[in-house]
């Protein structure tokens, strides 16, 4: 077993997402190079995990410039809804004239046969 | 003696564990902003906004596109606040829009402004500053990590941002920025490697050379 072969898992070991299997386990535990590296990416993890507790302040306006943005995005989104339920309610009316203009005609069309048919006998 | 191989040091934070707003009180505000409760909502953005922030600052590297990150972000939040089903921390759910929302702003920017840094470029020490470990300087150290950081490129960069400092699972990384798994996992592996090279450079590591010297 050499180090190169094991350096790939190493990061891994240390953040616990891997396990070596035992040749790998017995190489590291007995090759200094191999130890040097666990202790550097050790260093490095725990040094970016405690990036985790600092924040940067944002310069002034951000906070001012989130909550406008969903206000005006909340705006659009009611005038959409009542723009589509106007749009419903006029294309309900349509089909309502539309289907008792056919029914009409549908019922003129039948008057007017039976008429004709009145008149021949 | 032999090191024996254990993570004590840099176990995953449990979510109580991890900083930013209490959840409890997160958790309460999201039930009032997922009935539609614009003034909760309207909270939770003052809770987290910072926090937001510095994540999209880490992964774009300025502040005027953090900005656009982060406001973007909050407006993808309150369109989907609906499927948010709870079995993650909003904070985490959160993450994981900004992170989506960084990855876009990247594409965005490198096909608009060509100024993506090519993703082997060389991290060399430019500081002659060789062995943290002998200064035993922590502050030193992560300042010499957020250079690091800003340094590499933003595919590797967001990778190790998210999975090593916000503690992001490899399928929520691959998921949000539009990668396989085990393109993140090889990512994660290069941008780890990097960092370990800018921060203890062959030659100038105390470590090892004191391993060595023992060895000897």
């Known amino acids: 077993m050499r180090c190169d072969q094991v350096a790939r898992q190493l990061p891994g070991v240390v953040d616990g997402t891997a396990e070596l299997d035992d040749g790998a386990r017995r190489h590291v535990e007995s090759c200094l190079r191999c130890q040097a590296e666990v202790v550097r990416y050790r260093k490095l993890l725990r040094a970016l995990r405690m990036l985790r507790t600092e924040v940067l302040e944002p310069s002034p306006g951000l906070l001012g410039e989130i909550l406008a943005g969903l206000s005006e995005a909340g705006e659009r989104h009611m005038l959409r809804s009542a723009l589509t339920g106007r749009r419903v309610a006029y294309v309900g009316g349509l089909a309502v004239a539309t289907a008792a203009g056919a029914a009409g005609a549908i019922a003129l069309a039948t008057l007017s046969r039976r008429h004709r048919v009145g008149l021949a006998s | 003696m032999p090191t024996r191989l254990v993570s004590e040091d840099v176990t995953p934070a449990t979510p109580a564990e991890s900083e930013g707003p209490p959840t409890d009180a997160l958790g309460a505000l999201v039930t009032q902003a997922r009935t539609g409760d614009r003034a909760a909502f309207d909270e939770l953005v003052r809770r987290t906004y910072v926090d937001s922030y510095t994540l999209a600052f880490r992964l774009v590297g300025n502040e005027e ?148 010297a023992r060895a000897v």
Do not use: M
């Open chain 2, 65 to 212: 596109d953090a900005r656009d990150v982060v406001q973007e972000a909050y407006l993808r939040a309150f369109r989907g606040l609906k499927h948010f089903r709870g079995d993650a921390q909003f904070s985490t759910w959160l993450y994981r829009i900004t992170a989506n929302c960084a990855s876009t702003q990247l594409t965005r920017r490198a096909r608009h402004r060509h100024e993506e840094l090519p993703e082997e470029a060389p991290l060399a020490d430019r500081s002659g500053r060789g062995d943290p470990e002998g200064s035993a300087d922590i502050g030193e150290l992560r300042d010499r990590l957020r250079v690091a950081l800003a340094e590499l490129p933003p595919r590797l960069r967001a990778v190790v941002v998210l999975r090593d400092i916000y503690d992001l699972s490899h399928d929520a990384i691959a998921t949000e920025l539009g990668i396989s798994e085990s393109a993140a996992k090889v990512r994660l592996h290069r941008a780890r490697r990097k960092l370990r090279e800018r921060l203890y450079p062959p030659g100038t590591d105390g470590t090892q050379r004191g391993a060595e």
